[in-house]
């Protein structure tokens, strides 16, 4: 829709007359308990799938639980319903001041125009060990939020939080940074000027960074929960990267929401995390629920329904890691992503899409979703780092489904060597998840994953309005976009997981991931989101037989359980588990040559079992 034209009609939605109650197009956060519901739904067959562009509105999530209600006899069982009931309830607002939900919600007439607003708070807290070392973690934050409707077409919301952390993290080593290779220009060697070509900023041409573990929690598991730095208690004033000690940090989430044309076109402006896939959430290739918030205006139209188009541009943040300056010089970037799903309904879905991480400008190209980012790049001068994604999902409603799904960095499609170039870029999925009907929603999913080297990665890109050289690799605020695995990393899935009770659930997971490592004098070219890009033809990958390799098994079961139905704000959630980790090494390694692996212990890379434990609790869930 073009500006203007919105801009047109957003007086006359603000002057809509409504005497019913107001929609909820606000969000719906990833980690609420109706988004495993749904899914299934799905599964079962009792339901349409909502969009795979993720958060949910509010609407769209009480409409398909209701449907949900309402299936056929059979479809579910009795404690189902009752669990579907308790899902949908917290939705279901009462005027004043609420003590069991910690909100206070009022509407009213204004003029002719139906009014609402909601405030409320809750506290969440997580501690986390590692034993036998007792290394810990803890994240404490306190929300205050506050959001309303205005008529039936807008929503809109705003939570802040705050809290303090503590969280140990151990240096593992150093990683060296590959030498920075632009297909343009050649080698760069660190000085301005080289090959001919001005470069007003130094970027080195082998530089090092520490690389780090978060031994209390299981790997690949932790996300910040702060925005840009924390501050010590001891000065305020400072802003760190980590709290190593106690420190204090802040998040804001927020957004507006819009919908026309009968809810066929949403409109979103926010700052939120997300998660766009028809899997569940903390599967997506391309955009997952484990990386950072950012600000994005995103929106979504289904003219059939079998057929959406979602889009979305958005401004991604830097990593603080030293200083303001200097470490946000480089990552000024903007994130667009354009995406079309065919479902049949029942059987059949298929998506596909592209994602663009551009260099800060006004550029119509990107923002315009009816544009192909894939053929646009090469209309302004290919400066920017485009990917390409697919899902393709076959389900047979109350059994199982099954699914596949692939994002292409960059590829060069040469048939003999593709498997073994570093230049080709790709990660790929695949999975079946199964409906267990031994326990009210119960399912057991198996999925396996594989990232290759340098996916993710991008080399430093020199653009005519930029001051310096923008690193325009697929991350936000130092983590990835994408899927939570580093480059040159697989994983092999396998969890049982049941909401057995409206006010329990529990789960039992396995997975074997193993990754190349990126520090020491064993380090794998491509394993770090720090690594460049490398399109020499000539560089190769051998999984496992190139270097030093780790090896995670990790072993999981935790559970939660709700005092909500007692009336008392309350819910408690514990995880515990054991982690082994294991090296091997190439037995060619230092040679060049590719080899078998064999186990490797030493004092760099260590073999270590760990037993885990986690525990949090939440008022006013």
């Given at each position: 829709?073009?500006?203007?034209?919105?801009?047109?009609?957003?007086?006359?939605?603000?002057?809509?007359?409504?005497?019913?109650?107001?929609?909820q197009?606000?969000?719906?956060?990833?980690?609420?308990?109706?988004?495993?519901?749904?899914?299934?739904?799905?599964?079962?067959?009792?339901?349409?799938?909502?969009?795979?562009a993720?958060?949910?509105s509010?609407?769209?999530?009480?409409?398909?639980?209701?449907?949900?209600?309402?299936?056929?006899?059979?479809?579910?069982?009795?404690?189902?319903?009752?669990?579907?009931?308790?899902?949908?309830?917290?939705?279901?607002?009462?005027?004043?001041?609420?003590?069991?939900?910690?909100?206070?919600?009022?509407?009213?007439?204004?003029?002719?125009?139906?009014?609402?607003?909601?405030?409320g708070?809750?506290?969440?807290?997580d501690f986390?060990?590692?034993?036998?070392?007792?290394?810990?973690?803890?994240?404490?934050?306190?929300?205050?939020?506050?959001?309303?409707?205005?008529?039936?077409?807008?929503?809109?919301?705003?939570?802040?939080?705050?809290?303090?952390?503590?969280?140990?993290?151990?240096?593992?080593?150093?990683?060296?940074?590959?030498?920075?290779?632009?297909?343009?220009y050649?080698?760069?060697?660190?000085?301005p000027?080289?090959?001919?070509?001005?470069y007003?900023?130094?970027?080195?041409?082998?530089?090092?960074?520490?690389?780090?573990s978060?031994?209390?929690?299981?790997?690949?598991?932790?996300?910040k929960?702060?925005?840009?730095?924390?501050?010590?208690?001891?000065?305020?004033?400072?802003?760190?990267?980590?709290?190593?000690?106690?420190?204090?940090?802040?998040?804001?989430?927020?957004?507006?929401?819009?919908?026309?044309?009968?809810?066929?076109?949403?409109?979103?402006?926010?700052?939120?995390?997300r998660?766009?896939?028809?899997?569940?959430?903390?599967?997506?290739?391309?955009?997952?629920?484990?990386?950072?918030?950012?600000?994005a205006?995103e929106?979504?139209?289904?003219?059939?329904?079998?057929?959406?188009?979602?889009f979305?541009?958005?401004?991604?943040?830097?990593?603080?890691?030293?200083?303001?300056w200097?470490?946000?010089?480089?990552?000024?970037n903007l994130?667009?992503?354009?995406?079309?799903?065919?479902?049949?309904?029942?059987?059949?879905?298929?998506?596909?899409?592209?994602a663009?991480?551009?260099?800060?400008?006004?550029?119509?190209?990107?923002?315009?979703?009816?544009?192909s980012?894939?053929?646009?790049?090469?209309?302004i001068?290919?400066?920017d780092?485009l990917?390409?994604?697919?899902?393709?999902?076959?389900?047979?409603p109350g059994?199982?489904?099954?699914?596949?799904?692939?994002?292409?960095?960059?590829?060069?499609?040469?048939?003999?060597?593709?498997?073994?170039?570093?230049r080709?870029?790709?990660?790929?999925?695949?999975?079946?998840?199964?409906?267990?009907?031994?326990?009210?929603?119960?399912?057991?999913?198996?999925?396996?994953?594989?990232?290759?080297?340098?996916?993710?990665?991008?080399?430093?890109?020199?653009t005519?309005?930029n001051?310096?050289?923008?690193?325009?690799?697929?991350?936000?605020?130092?983590?990835?976009?994408?899927?939570?695995?580093?480059?040159?990393?697989?994983?092999?899935?396998l969890?049982?997981?049941?909401?057995?009770?409206?006010?329990?659930?529990?789960?039992?997971?396995?997975?074997?991931?193993?990754?190349?490592?990126d520090?020491?004098?064993?380090?794998?070219?491509?394993?770090?989101?720090?690594?460049?890009?490398?399109?020499?033809?000539?560089?190769?990958?051998?999984?496992?037989?190139?270097?030093?390799?780790?090896?995670?098994?990790?072993?999981?079961?935790?559970?939660?359980?709700?005092?909500?139905?007692?009336?008392?704000?309350?819910?408690?959630?514990?995880?515990?588990?054991?982690?082994?980790?294991?090296?091997?090494?190439?037995?060619?390694?230092?040679?060049?040559t590719e080899?078998d692996?064999?186990?490797?212990?030493n004092?760099?890379?260590?073999?270590?079992?760990?037993?885990?434990?986690?525990?949090?609790f939440?008022?006013?869930?």
């Amino acid at each position: 829709m073009h500006q203007k034209s919105l801009f047109c009609l957003l007086p006359v939605l603000l002057l809509s007359v409504s005497i019913l109650a107001a929609q909820q197009l606000n969000s719906v956060p990833l980690g609420h308990l109706a988004y495993n519901i749904i899914q299934m739904g799905v599964l079962r067959g009792t339901i349409t799938p909502p969009p795979s562009a993720k958060p949910w509105s509010e609407l769209t999530v009480t409409g398909k639980l209701r449907e949900m209600l309402n299936a056929p006899s059979g479809k579910f069982s009795p404690k189902e319903l009752e669990i579907i009931a308790a899902v949908l309830a917290p939705f279901e607002r009462k005027k004043g001041l609420d003590y069991k939900e910690g909100r206070y919600y009022g509407e009213k007439l204004l003029g002719n125009q139906h009014i609402s607003l909601e405030a409320g708070a809750n506290w969440q807290s997580d501690f986390s060990v590692k034993a036998p070392d007792a290394k810990i973690g803890t994240v404490n934050t306190g929300e205050l939020y506050i959001a309303g409707d205005m008529g039936k077409y807008l929503s809109w919301n705003f939570k802040g939080r705050a809290g303090f952390f503590s969280i140990y993290r151990k240096q593992l080593g150093t990683h060296l940074d590959p030498l920075y290779v632009d297909p343009k220009y050649g080698e760069y060697d660190g000085n301005p000027n080289s090959n001919g070509h001005t470069y007003y900023y130094d970027i080195p041409a082998q530089s090092s960074s520490s690389v780090y573990s978060i031994p209390a929690y299981f790997p690949y598991t932790f996300s910040k929960q702060w925005e840009g730095g924390v501050f010590a208690p001891d000065d305020l004033a400072s802003y760190g990267d980590w709290p190593q000690k106690f420190a204090f940090g802040y998040e804001i989430i927020s957004e507006l929401n819009t919908a026309l044309f009968s809810n066929l076109l949403q409109l979103r402006f926010g700052r939120m995390r997300r998660d766009w896939g028809p899997e569940a959430n903390g599967s997506s290739l391309f955009m997952n629920a484990q990386a950072r918030p950012y600000m994005a205006l995103e929106g979504s139209v289904a003219p059939y329904s079998w057929l959406r188009l979602s889009f979305l541009t958005g401004a991604l943040e830097y990593e603080n890691t030293s200083n303001q300056w200097t470490d946000a010089d480089p990552f000024q970037n903007l994130f667009s992503l354009t995406y079309l799903e065919l479902d049949t309904g029942k059987h059949f879905h298929f998506d596909f899409g592209s994602a663009t991480v551009w260099p800060k400008r006004f550029d119509l190209g990107y923002i315009f979703p009816l544009n192909s980012n894939f053929m646009y790049q090469n209309n302004i001068g290919d400066f920017d780092n485009l990917g390409l994604f697919a899902d393709l999902e076959f389900r047979w409603p109350g059994l199982f489904k099954v699914w596949g799904s692939l994002y292409i960095d960059e590829i060069r499609p040469v048939l003999g060597s593709f498997l073994t170039l570093d230049r080709n870029m790709y990660a790929y999925q695949g999975g079946i998840k199964a409906d267990v009907r031994l326990l009210p929603f119960t399912a057991f999913t198996v999925r396996y994953t594989k990232i290759e080297p340098y996916t993710y990665t991008h080399e430093y890109t020199e653009t005519p309005w930029n001051r310096v050289p923008s690193d325009t690799s697929y991350l936000n605020n130092g983590e990835s976009l994408g899927f939570y695995l580093p480059p040159n990393s697989d994983e092999l899935l396998l969890r049982l997981e049941s909401m057995f009770r409206p006010e329990a659930s529990a789960h039992l997971q396995y997975q074997l991931i193993r990754h190349g490592v990126d520090y020491g004098y064993g380090q794998v070219d491509g394993s770090s989101l720090r690594d460049k890009i490398v399109k020499d033809d000539n560089s190769e990958k051998h999984f496992l037989r190139d270097g030093v390799y780790q090896w995670d098994h990790v072993f999981k079961l935790g559970g939660s359980y709700s005092l909500k139905s007692r009336n008392i704000p309350f819910s408690l959630y514990a995880e515990t588990g054991l982690v082994v980790t294991r090296f091997t090494i190439n037995s060619n390694f230092g040679s060049g040559t590719e080899g078998d692996y064999e186990a490797l212990d030493n004092t760099e890379y260590n073999a270590d079992t760990g037993l885990i434990f986690s525990l949090g609790f939440k008022l006013f869930p």
